[in-house]
């Protein structure tokens, strides 16, 4: 089931989708147009990313793999949902999209096995894990302001449930930019498989309801810009599009 989270009619709603359907918690039907504004499906505890998990992304970049998961915190107020706006700020000149698996935690948990980690997960939904490069000195250690920014999260349209997306480790993932396929990669090729980073991160924090995971990204970064038009697909999960637009006070 994919689930929704939305302001249609002056209010925040949750509901379902089918067939491009949005049936409220109330019953009533939309149609996706009808939808005023889209929220990120869930309202997370903490959204943990993690940087260099696919080997083709940090070659890129020129770095080696790293020896352990390399995890930074994405703030809350980062989050916009599905057609929302990320803003460009002032100090960027190299700004561009991370197309992430974003695996959403289901019930609290500590020191959790690999083994029993897809316990824990309530589902999956697309994240866009936004980045000035100009503030990143150290990609071991991301800076909270290459990634924090406000709008520099955007995720959704959906939380698809865990037993809806049959095969997590055999995911394509595609961005587009102005229609132009920009990005492609497969979670297959993650470094850091979705148990393992389950079982490192629990090993020292505590893991709750509606919590996020970000998995990483895989090779195929690029510039964007004010203006351009940003179309993130995973298979079974939707299409996650969201627009640029100029934040900068001096132009």
């Known amino acids: 089931m994919k689930h929704v989270r939305f302001i ?20 009533k039907p939309y149609t996706e147009d009808e939808i005023d504004v889209w ?11 993690l940087a260099l998990n696919y080997a083709d992304h940090a070659e890129e970049l020129g770095l080696q793999k790293p020896p352990e998961p390399v995890l930074f ?11 929302g706006a990320i803003v ?58 290459a990634k924090g920014h406000d709008t520099f999260g955007p995720m959704g349209p959906y939380l698809v449930d865990r037993d809806d997306v049959p095969d997590v480790n055999r995911l394509t993932l595609r ?9 492609e990669g497969n979670t297959k090729d993650l470094i850091y498989t979705i148990p393992e980073l389950i079982e490192f991160i629990s090993s020292f924090m505590t893991l709750e309801p509606n919590d996020v995971i970000l998995t ?24 996650l599009e969201n627009t640029v637009i100029d934040g900068r006070t001096e132009k």
Not at 222 to 234: K, M, T
């Open 73 to 83: 915190i994405k703030p809350n107020t980062s989050l916009i949902g599905h057609r």
């Open 175 to 183: 961005t587009y930019v102005n229609g132009e396929l920009r990005q």
């Open 88 to 145: 460009y700020p002032d100090g960027a000149t190299y700004m561009h999209y991370e197309n992430e698996l974003a695996v959403v935690i289901g019930k609290a948990g500590r020191k959790i096995r690999a083994a029993d980690a897809f316990q824990y997960v309530k589902g999956y939904t697309i994240a866009n894990d936004v980045t000035v490069r100009d503030f990143v000195h150290n990609y071991y250690r991301p800076p909270i302001r």
């Open 8 to 27: 249609a009619e002056g209010r925040e709603q949750l509901g379902t989708v089918k067939d491009s359907i949005v049936l409220s918690l109330s019953g």
């Open 216 to 239: 990483g990204t895989p090779k195929g970064i690029s510039h964007i810009y004010p203006g351009d038009v940003l179309r993130l697909e995973i298979d079974g999960l939707g299409a």
């Open 39 to 49: 929220l990120p499906p869930i309202r997370p505890n903490k959204v943990i990313g």
